[in-house]
């Protein structure tokens, strides 16, 4: 992609598309892809599901969300010392940019965030069929999560990181080729 290392940080709240775009894009700029849910299902198959959100439990959400983010860290930093590019998934929120700006300081990259979203409407849309389906792993708890979610809330909480870089924003609720090929060709443009 260039002459210094990047590293495409999908960002946004739950149900805003960044693991589809985020596939495609590592595909087509012939990147490897890690996720959050990537790393948290096989854990929830070898170590337990959740059975609550927020508990002092050692496999409750939230600390299985911390635990993968930690082995997203790890795997970022590898790639970034081998001197390859990646595409990130997660929903980072501001308590992670200090481990992004720690992690730039040991191996210089640049941030390239792609930030998700959608119309409020259309993200509960989305959160209610993720739990009525179950298409998700069933330690994601997505049917106890739909009753308590807050499309404008999450909104709110996944901004863009203060850790330099490029910020996109992706519209995904009506998102179609067009709108890919668009940051397609706008991540390419990025100066690195």
């Keep these: 992609m260039g002459n210094t290392n990047s590293v495409i940080i999908m960002q946004g ?24 849910d ?6 929830f198959d ?22 993968a983010n930690a082995i997203l ?3 970022m930093e590898k790639q970034l010392q081998a001197g390859c590019e990646c595409v990130i998934d997660s929903t980072f929120a501001g308590h ?13 990259f640049t941030p390239i965030q792609i930030l ?21 792993h069933p330690g994601h708890l997505d049917q106890l999560r739909s009753d308590t979610f807050d499309a404008v809330q999450m909104e709110r909480r996944y901004r863009p990181l203060d850790i330099g870089g490029t910020v996109l924003e992706a519209d995904t609720t009506d998102f179609g080729e067009n709108d890919f090929r668009r940051l397609l060709i706008s991540i390419e443009s990025v100066e690195r």
Aim: aromatic share 6%; proline share 8%.
């Design 13 to 36: 709240a739950p149900g805003t598309g960044k693991t589809t775009i985020g596939k495609r894009l590592a595909a087509s700029l012939e990147l490897p892809y890690f996720s959050k």
């Design 38 to 43: 990537g790393v948290k299902e096989p854990l």
């Design 46 to 67: 070898h170590v337990g599901c959740p059975t609550a959100w927020e508990t002092d439990h050692p496999l409750s959400g939230r600390k299985m969300d911390d635990a």
């Design 73 to 75: 860290f790890y795997l």
């Design 96 to 108: 992670h940019a200090p481990t992004f700006r720690a992690l730039k300081s040991r191996c210089p």
């Design 116 to 136: 998700c979203r959608a119309d409020a409407a259309e993200l509960a849309r989305r959160q209610r069929k993720r739990a009525k389906t179950g298409e998700r």
